[in-house]
């Protein structure tokens, strides 16, 4: 049997009791003082209850705290009315003299750990001035006689007194305001991340449907119709007019969406058979498409000069970039018969090289590390589905990012799973956000950890108060301190609603593709721009994440690294220990070839300058045995003889000997010109 979570109480009471209790009284009963006390315990208690929700904590009226006419430690708060955080009211009837200096000294003796500088120091100090609402016990009187075993001792008090006291604190005083934004970070987290993971899943959606088209049809026919023909002409005159300059950021990413355009309808026109080719010639007046090939190629290399880091400081969009550049010049410039995914993908205006692809795949991974990390440390999520489908997408291995590679082909396989996962995840991005959202309409109760209202900010300068500051406190407000910050934002957010919250589960359909003929496709616009998307849920999370003039702005959500369960973090990290270790061990394999065609170049060239002979000479001199010290070397004579009678002998094999250079002299023998590096 769970138990039931009460939350914070008030005074070590329940915040909210399990069930109000009045007494119902008939004729011929016998009251006691329970009895009565369960009148007035009822009838408070329900006050506070509605004082704590309707109205929440904070300072009605009056209650303005300014300098005392005398200078010193003192301060002076007038009349008006407060409630706490656990309904109580605080009512001053006339005005008060406070003094702020045994305030001081009383919080430093009852809190030694509370490090706020000595009452009378030079430093100027900042505190916060409270009113605490209190209860005293007045009127005694002696009770009758009773029949209980053991009688009260003389007198007992007949009334409770609600008052009040001042205190001062450090100034770090909560704010009981609810801002629906500090709700929404909380589940979403780290806002910083859930940006980076909104611009990939917003990359991955502007890809969806054309790798679903092209991986379900890849050697169909995209329609080139009349909107691609104005486009071819209008796009490849801009490039011819476009001039050699691109260096400039604005110039090259202007040329880089005409260079997009024309490549998507040039590659339209290639996915035609040659009689369809002809067709569109004639239909069109296409009869510059050589022309245009080659315009195309010069301004790819044009862009390929310009700075890409520059250009596009978004690593996502440089991406595409990247590959709008590479895959029209690779595949369209000069075509390539042997592409057909990746001539389809540009046709739709969404090129797709190698390392986009690897990106996909790493994007893929780190969307659904997201959304299970969220989604395992989130309490309270609506979508009761949302968590088993996360974990049921098949995502493709991530490979590291490699380098260009235009011989590179897509697999079909592996597009369709990518087209796949991406639809999958991005749709859970979009059930898990709008969830998260819908939550935000529904504001907690509140807390009450700390009953104290403040009424001012005290700026102390040794023992004198030099500045009060009354315009930060908590108001309330019609509708509840709660609803007070975003009552403005209400209506429109309940009106979003109606659109976002409570609608079927979304999935995500691909296009429809007709059984024969050429496939209508839509040229993606806006691909190399802001990826922006305007829509019912969007509008929601722009108002709720953005403070309206005025408004508080959301408390920080300190988020906690999240853990990612055990066989997904051991599977990461041996997979990228083993890719490591392969980089190494390819780099020092290709290092070792290096050297080795190194060596063998420098023992060719050495071979190449030695005569035949005189490596034959050397080798026989290095092989004879060495004259004792005083004797006369032999005659060449000798030596050629005993040499040639050594022929005729059966030797054992002797492994080549070491060959050195030699500077004795050789008899018979011209003198030798020494070579560079040599002694004469």
């Known amino acids: 049997m769970s138990k039931p979570d009460c939350g914070c109480g008030c005074g070590g009471s329940p915040a909210f009791p399990a069930a109000f209790v009045r007494p119902r009284f008939f004729a011929g009963q016998l009251l006691t003082e329970d009895d009565l006390g369960l009148l007035t315990d009822y009838v408070a208690g329900k006050d506070r209850l509605h004082n704590r929700m309707v109205s929440g904590p904070g300072v009605v009226c009056g209650l303005e705290v300014t300098c005392d006419s005398c200078a010193g430690g003192t301060v002076s708060v007038h009349p008006g009315h407060a409630l706490d955080c656990c309904g109580n009211d605080i009512v001053l009837s006339c005005k008060e003299k406070v003094d702020v200096q045994a305030l001081v000294r009383e919080l430093r003796v009852s809190s030694p750990g509370v490090s706020c500088g000595d009452p009378c120091d030079d430093d100027q100090r900042h505190y916060g001035l409270f009113v605490r609402y209190e209860e005293s016990m007045a009127d005694p009187v002696s009770p009758f006689a009773t029949e209980e075993p053991c009688p009260a001792p003389g007198c007992v008090p007949s009334r409770v007194q609600e008052g009040f006291r001042f205190v001062v604190k450090c100034d770090t005083a909560d704010d009981h305001r609810y801002n629906p934004a500090t709700k929404l970070l909380a589940q979403i987290g780290d806002k910083d991340a859930y940006e980076r993971v909104r611009l990939l899943s917003r990359r991955l959606e502007r890809y969806l449907d054309p790798m679903s088209v092209a991986s379900s049809s890849s050697t169909r026919t995209i329609r080139f119709d009349d909107a691609d023909a104005v486009r071819y002409a209008d796009n490849l005159r801009l490039l011819r007019d ?10 090259a990413r202007q040329q880089t969406e005409y260079v997009r355009a024309l490549a998507s309808a040039i590659a339209r026109y290639d996915t035609y058979d040659a009689a369809g080719q002809k067709d569109l010639q004639a239909k069109h007046d296409l009869g510059e498409i050589d022309t245009a090939r080659q315009v195309l190629g010069a301004a790819c290399d044009r862009l390929a000069g310009a700075n890409p880091e520059e250009v596009w400081p978004e690593p996502a969009h440089r991406a595409v970039a990247l590959a709008v550049v590479a895959e029209a010049k690779n595949r369209v410039a000069t075509a390539d018969p042997d592409a057909p995914l990746e001539v389809r993908l540009l046709a739709q205006g969404t090129p797709l090289d190698n390392v986009l692809e690897a990106e996909f795949r790493g994007d893929l991974v780190r969307i659904r590390e997201w959304l299970l990390g969220r989604l395992d440390r989130v309490a309270g999520v609506a979508d009761c589905r ?50 998260a959202a819908c939550s935000t309409l529904n504001p907690p109760c509140v807390d009450c950890a700390d009953d104290d209202v403040l009424l001012a900010h005290l700026e102390l300068d040794g023992c004198d108060v030099v500045r009060v500051c009354s315009a930060t406190r908590e108001q309330v407000l019609p509708g509840g301190s709660a609803y007070g910050e975003w009552l403005p934002k209400l209506y429109q957010l309940r009106h979003l609603a109606e659109q976002v919250c409570c609608q079927p589960t979304p999935v995500y359909e691909p ?25 019912p849920l969007e509008h929601m999370w722009d108002l709720l994440v953005t403070p309206a003039p005025g408004e508080t702005v959301p408390k920080p959500v300190r ?32 290092a070792l070839r290096g050297q080795l065609d190194t060596a063998r170049e420098q023992v060719s060239r050495v071979r190449e300058e030695l005569p035949d002979r005189l490596s034959d000479r050397l080798s026989e001199l290095e092989s004879a045995p060495a004259a004792e010290p005083g004797s006369e070397p032999e005659p060449e004579s000798a030596s050629a003889s005993s040499a040639a009678e050594n022929e005729e002998e059966t030797v054992k094999p002797k492994p080549p000997p070491r060959r050195t250079r030699s500077s004795s002299s050789r008899s018979g023998g011209s003198a030798r010109k020494p070579r560079s590096g040599e002694t004469s």
């Open 242 to 251: 476009g001039g050699d300059e691109v260096t400039q950021p604005p110039v």
């Open 386 to 435: 949302l968590h088993d489908d996360v974990r049921k997408v098949a995502v493709p291995q991530p490979v590291p990012v490699p380098e260009p590679d235009p011989t590179q082909r897509l697999a079909l396989a592996d597009l369709g799973l990518l087209a796949d996962a991406a639809g999958k995840l991005t749709t859970c991005v979009r059930r898990f956000v709008t969830d």
């Open 511 to 535: 296009p429809g593709v007709p059984a024969s003929g050429p496939i209508p496709r839509p040229y993606v616009p806006g691909l190399l721009e802001p990826w922006r998307q305007r829509g």
């Open 559 to 590: 988020d906690q690294v999240y853990t990612v369960p055990a066989e997904v973090t051991d599977s990461l990290q041996e997979m990228n220990a083993l890719r490591g270790q392969v980089s190494d061990l390819i780099a020092t394999v290709e």
